[in-house]
Every structure is written in structure tokens, then in C-alpha cells.
């Protein structure tokens, strides 16, 4: 696995005074904002703060006093250090499971995970084999995600 996870981008400035706008890429905003780092470019950057708003994260980085400064970061993607993430045991980085086999309870491949995309409910697994299939991303029908094998095992239903 890559030393570092990406998390988001920066999509704007926001004020005045140097913060910016951040797309999160990673589970929400607020989890976002439990970083006291980030990375631009493999430069850290201290988060001085930073708040949710809507599903943007908006902070204020060390040396990013000015809307200049800000503004020539637009379009950046921003990188976390995987060792400040503490994932609970059985949780994923999506980007560390695309490309995994996915396969039914009875262990018949079903295709491969190739997106995974955010909604309302919850997210969604893109999973392309014989076709395409849409699986919700909660415990009902993502029964098991084994890293060691990069396999994922789904409950699939009717007309899924």
C-alpha cells in the first residue's frame, strides 16, 4: 500500500484571508477535520483549522495567509500520511480495494470492484463482470472484504 491516501482537492478559495476549499474524497468532512496534516505535492502542510461545510472541508493551512497564495493551490490534490488514519480493524481506504474480485456467498466471481460512489444512503460499489452490477456498501450485502486475498464477498438480491 502507498505511503500516502488521497484525500481530496482543493476546488476554491474561500474569503479573503488564505483558506481553502477542500473536495473530500474521504469518508466525510468531520473525519477530515480529526487531521492535524496534509499533504500538497509531498509537502506538509499543518492544518491550522478547519470546519465542515456541506460536503467540503474548509481550512486554513500553515503559510497560507493571503487569497494569492490560496488560489495558486486550487486544482491540487490533497494527500493524508496513511499511518495518521487509525483505521478500525475490517475498514478500507476504497482506493485500497478497487480492483479486488468480488464473489457471491457461494463464492462464484461476480466481477471486479472497479468505483465506488457516494449517495444519500450510502455509498455504492461499481462491480463490472459478465455486467454491471450496483452494490450498496453497508453490512446487508458487503458480507466480508479480505485484504490478504483482495476479495470482497456480497449477498446479492433480485434485479441487483
Same mark, same amino acid.
Given at each position: ?6 484525500? &481530496? ?7 479573503? *484571508? &488564505?483558506?481553502? %476549499? ?9 473525519? @477530515?477535520? *480529526? ?9 506538509? %502542510? ?28 486550487? &486544482? %491540487? *490534490? ?13 475498514? @478500507? @481506504? ?13 463464492? %462464484? ?9 457516494? *449517495? ?8 463490472? &463482470?459478465?455486467?454491471?452490477h450496483l452494490i450498496p456498501a453497508v453490512k446487508e450485502f458487503i458480507l466480508s472484504i479480505d485484504a490478504e486475498r483482495e476479495q470482497i464477498r456480497v449477498h446479492l438480491i433480485e434485479?441487483?
Amino acid at each position: 500500500m502507498k505511503e500516502y491516501v488521497e484525500a &481530496g482537492r482543493i476546488v476554491n478559495t474561500h474569503g479573503v *484571508t &488564505g483558506e481553502v %476549499k477542500i473536495e473530500v474524497w474521504l469518508d466525510s468532512p468531520e473525519y @477530515f477535520r *480529526t487531521f492535524k496534516r496534509l499533504y500538497l505535492g509531498g509537502t506538509e %502542510k499543518k492544518i491550522l483549522s478547519a470546519r465542515p461545510h456541506k460536503s467540503f472541508l474548509i481550512a486554513r493551512l500553515e503559510g497560507v495567509d493571503d487569497l494569492n497564495t490560496a488560489m495558486a493551490l486550487k &486544482g %491540487k *490534490t490533497v494527500e493524508i500520511l496513511r499511518a495518521d488514519a487509525h483505521l478500525k480493524k475490517g475498514e @478500507f @481506504f476504497v482506493q485500497d480495494i478497487l480492483g479486488f474480485t468480488v464473489v457471491d456467498e457461494q463464492g %462464484k466471481e461476480v466481477g471486479r470492484l472497479v468505483d465506488a460512489e457516494e *449517495t444519500p444512503a450510502s455509498m455504492i460499489y461499481v462491480v463490472r &463482470g459478465e455486467r454491471e452490477h450496483l452494490i450498496p456498501a453497508v453490512k446487508e450485502f458487503i458480507l466480508s472484504i479480505d485484504a490478504e486475498r483482495e476479495q470482497i464477498r456480497v449477498h446479492l438480491i433480485e434485479g441487483m
